[in-house]
């Protein structure tokens, strides 16, 4: 059984009450949105990442033969030939 | 006694010099075959490049500009999952390497893997935050996980730039840019100027299909169904399967 507010005072008061919970729900909810959304962009993100590694996994062949030896390379590309 | 020390003297010479023989011969061979390579590179005969860079990469597996030049032969023939596997590698010697995170990027995104794109194109930008090549891919990566605000931004200012600080001969990639840059216009609502950039594209790239096709959406979204069917129109004639514009075309005559 539901019972009527007694005053104005009350009644707004009871009023900013349904209304704090709304805000907060929809507070809530909104959070909940952009969450599921980063969550998912994670995911997204981890599977890219899982398909990358396994293709290069399976790409991995021997080390070539021969005895390496020390690096002649240098490092002189920096832009896209 | 001498002599048993001279004996091993001697040997361990003849060890040290066969070894120091076999590494200058494995570093020249592995010289003899990058050039090589970088001659039918340079002629974009990427298949013949392929053979010789990794042979010298077989002669010595850290010659970090012959793995590179082998991970962008590989992205030119389009097997981008060995372009990827090199640019890795060479990425595990040289991380601050701009331009190989640029190249991992590209190749990615080629992939369609746009996160881990946008991932190693920031990674370039937090190296040179001037790189052009590497901010075209973030903003492209942005576009392609449609987060077109952020991209909007990055576009705008590689169009402006891309068509005026190098003038009088604009960036290759400027009319790319634009076009990139309009449907990201379209997609956040800014209708007019979108229409404006794909003008310029055209005058610049009259018979480029995709620039009409954006055209005529974009003059659909503002309501002038006569231009928005003759730019579809114009697609059609370009690209007759091009069913984009059939869709367009089909939304004009509505």
């Given amino acids: ?81 | 006694m001498l002599g048993l020390a001279l004996i091993l003297l001697f040997t361990g010479c003849s060890d040290l010099r066969s070894q120091v023989s076999h590494q200058w011969t494995q570093a020249w061979q592995a010289q003899r075959s990058y050039h090589d390579g970088l001659v039918r590179y340079d002629a974009k005969d990427y298949r013949g490049a392929i053979r010789y860079f990794a042979r010298a990469l077989a002669h010595d597996p850290a010659f970090d500009d012959a793995e590179t030049r082998l991970a962008w032969s590989y992205y030119y023939v389009g097997d981008y999952p060995q372009a990827t596997r090199h640019f890795r590698q060479a990425l595990a010697r040289q991380p601050r390497w701009e331009g190989l995170h640029t190249g991992l990027g590209w190749t990615r995104y080629r992939l369609g893997r746009y996160h881990l794109a946008l991932e190693a194109f920031q990674a370039a930008l937090a190296l040179d935050p001037r790189y052009r090549d590497a901010a075209v891919g973030r903003a492209y990566a942005l576009f392609e996980l449609r987060q077109y605000a952020e991209a909007l931004q990055e576009l705008a200012r590689l169009t402006r730039e891309g068509a005026y600080f190098y003038f009088p001969a604009p960036d290759s990639d400027v009319e790319e840019v634009r076009s990139r840059y309009a449907w990201c216009l379209y997609y956040t609502g800014g209708y007019q100027q979108a229409r404006d950039e794909f003008v310029k594209g055209i005058q610049a790239h009259p018979k480029r299909e995709g620039l009409h096709n954006g055209l005529g959406w974009t003059y659909l979204k503002l309501g002038d169904r006569a231009k928005a069917r003759e730019s579809f129109e114009r697609a059609l004639q370009l690209e007759p399967d091009y069913a984009d514009a059939r869709a367009g075309l089909a939304e004009a005559n509505r």
């Fill in chain 1, 1 to 81: 059984m539901s019972v009527d507010p007694v005053s104005g005072a009350a009644m707004t008061a009871a009023d900013m009450r349904k209304q704090d919970v709304q805000d907060a729900g929809l507070r809530n909810r909104g959070e909940a949105v952009r969450t599921a959304a980063r969550d998912a962009q994670q995911d997204a993100r981890n599977r890219e990442a899982a398909e990358e590694d396994a293709e290069v996994v399976a790409l991995e062949m021997p080390a070539p033969s021969g005895t390496p030896t020390a690096s002649m390379g240098t490092t002189t590309t920096t832009t896209r030939p």
